[in-house]
């Protein structure tokens, strides 16, 4: 790309050399020869109609330029009329053991106080508006829009399994990270999908199914991570959208799947990228 800017500047260099210099000497030396075909009129006037007709051409250019220069603030200005923005925050989650004493009585029953509320009341509660889910599982990442029952209990507390003596063992090696994205911009973020994408060899890509987001509602993202040793690794949390234009943007955030020691460990950066994403497809970060 620089150099293509180098080769275009050096050829409209070139030009100015020619008409500026080179056209007035190739005159004033025509009529010194004197011969051939006698004019009315002298070097001096030829120069001064050829000066009057690059001033013109100038005068032309700097208007085209001037305008082409408005025209593009002017559409700037609208895009940034309706440019829509998404602030995106990690949700607080609180997982409780359902074998608390605290929660349930002997007998297994809600305390009395809580008779007038569900158990998913006392285990887990969110406000959701739109709402999508990502499930990392068995080597791949599931898109769903209702998560299982099995999912939902992962998701409130962790699972339980039977142990080789038959017993139950209540495993909380799961993770759940729930993902709130508020329109905080000017106008609707149009086709907005969330997709999940792997950096690196691994070849995953999975991606939401597109809705309008209207300015101050929200998109609700929840990510559901099993202990999976194929599924360490980097991944893009990437949201995508476009203005009612039709310009595309894009947010990212990174996502890192580890093990510590014997402790499975999912960090989503808090740092957001935000992106116009040009026709020629070259995104091109905002002030």
């Known amino acids: 790309m620089k150099k293509s800017y180098i080769k275009w500047f050096i050829i409209g260099l070139c030009a100015i ?5 080179g056209v007035p000497i190739i005159i004033n030396e025509s009529y010194k020869a004197n011969s051939g075909y006698v004019t009315l009129w002298t070097a001096a006037d030829v120069l001064s109609y050829y000066g009057a007709i690059v001033a013109s051409l100038g005068a032309a250019i700097g208007v085209f330029a001037s305008l082409r220069y408005s025209h593009k603030q002017y559409r700037e200005d ?7 923005y998404f602030a995106i925050n990690i949700l607080g989650n609180n ?87 508020v329109n905080v911009g000017n106008g ?17 890509t999975v ?8 300015v ?7 990510l559901l991570f099993y202990d999976d040793e194929k599924l360490l690794g980097e991944y893009s949390y990437i949201m995508r959208y476009y203005d009612i234009h039709g310009n595309q943007y894009e947010h990212q955030k990174p996502i890192k799947m580890e093990r510590r020691g014997k402790a499975y ?9 935000h992106a116009l994403i040009a026709r020629e497809n070259t995104p091109q970060m905002l002030d």
């Open 17 to 21: 050399i020619v008409f500026v210099v």
């Open 265 to 273: 460990h999912v960090q989503v950066s808090e740092n957001t990228s």
């Open 95 to 181: 997982g409780i053991d359902p074998f608390l004493s605290a929660l349930f009585s002997d007998d297994g029953k809600l305390e009395e106080e809580q008779e007038n509320r569900t158990r998913d009341d006392l285990t887990y509660r969110e406000f959701i508006f739109n709402e999508c889910f990502f499930v990392f599982e068995n080597g791949t990442i599931k898109y769903t829009r209702k998560l299982s029952e099995e999912q939902e209990d992962a998701r409130k507390m962790g699972i339980t399994i039977r142990g080789n003596d038959g017993t139950e063992i209540w495993k909380n090696n799961i993770i759940y990270i729930p993902i709130k994205a």
């Open 188 to 204: 609707c973020a149009i086709n907005t999908t969330i997709t999940i994408q792997a950096i690196g060899n691994k070849n995953i």
């Open 216 to 222: 101050k509602e929200e998109m609700y993202a929840g």
């Open 78 to 84: 609208k895009r940034r009329d309706v440019l829509p």
């Open 207 to 214: 991606t939401s199914i597109p809705i309008s987001i209207p």
